[in-house]
């Protein structure tokens, strides 16, 4: 039997640096991957998120069974 199912999600595209993923010029923006995290928790999955500027993003979700 299945132990979790995971989820990965390679994009090639131009990234973006993790350390910033709030501020857009020192405002907070968008909650759009902090929601995802959160969720993933309610839910017991793990979320990981990797992402350099210029060589893309990789996210990657186990969620149990």
Do not use: H, M
């Not at 928790?41 to 149990?64: E, F, R, W």
């Amino acid at each position: 039997s299945l132990e979790f199912f995971a989820i990965k999600v390679i994009d090639d595209g131009v990234g973006f640096d993790l350390s910033s993923l709030n501020l857009i010029n020192g405002k907070e923006r968008g909650t759009g991957l902090s929601n995802i995290s959160y969720r993933a928790k309610l839910i017991g999955a793990s979320l990981d998120i990797d992402s350099q500027k210029g060589k893309g993003t990789t996210i990657a979700l186990n969620v149990p069974c």
